[in-house]
Nanobody
Framework: QEELVESGGGLVQAGGSLRLSCAAS????????MGWFRQNPGKAREFVAG????????RYADSVKGRFTISRDNANNMLYLQMNSLNPEDTAVYYC????????????WGQGTQVTVSS
């Protein structure tokens, strides 16, 4: 079992930055491919970014490429999402998730943290 807890969300003006964190407890984070997702009410959950266990490979949604950076600290069981040049379309609840299948499926999810970008 893995517990994931996100933090770092909040209200920011367009053009600003936020850094989301995800603290993991349970099995070592190095066991998992990790991802960030986001969701707005009435919409499907959207993949944002993913990173393999040794941080040698990352992937991003086209909408965030060049603005967001995913990283991880396996020694401290932490996952991060640095978000720059935020715009109102980035407003959502952001979730971190852990996958035992390289990102094909995610078995564990956090409770989410709200990010609101004002124009």
């Amino acid at each position: 079992q893995e517990e994931l807890v996100e933090s770092g969300g909040g209200l920011v003006q367009a053009g600003g930055s936020l850094r989301l964190s995800c603290a993991a407890s349970g099995r070592p984070l190095s066991n998992y491919f990790m991802g960030w997702f986001r969701q707005n009410p009435g919409k499907a959950r959207e993949f944002v970014a993913g990173i393999n266990w040794k941080a040698s490979s990352t992937r991003y949604a086209d909408s965030v490429k060049g603005r967001f950076t995913i990283s991880r600290d396996n020694a401290n069981n932490m996952l991060y999402l640095q978000m720059n040049s935020l715009n109102p379309e980035d407003t959502a609840v952001y979730y971190c998730a852990a996958s035992m299948s390289g990102g094909s499926e995610y078995e564990y999810w956090g409770q989410g943290t709200q990010v609101t970008v004002s124009s």
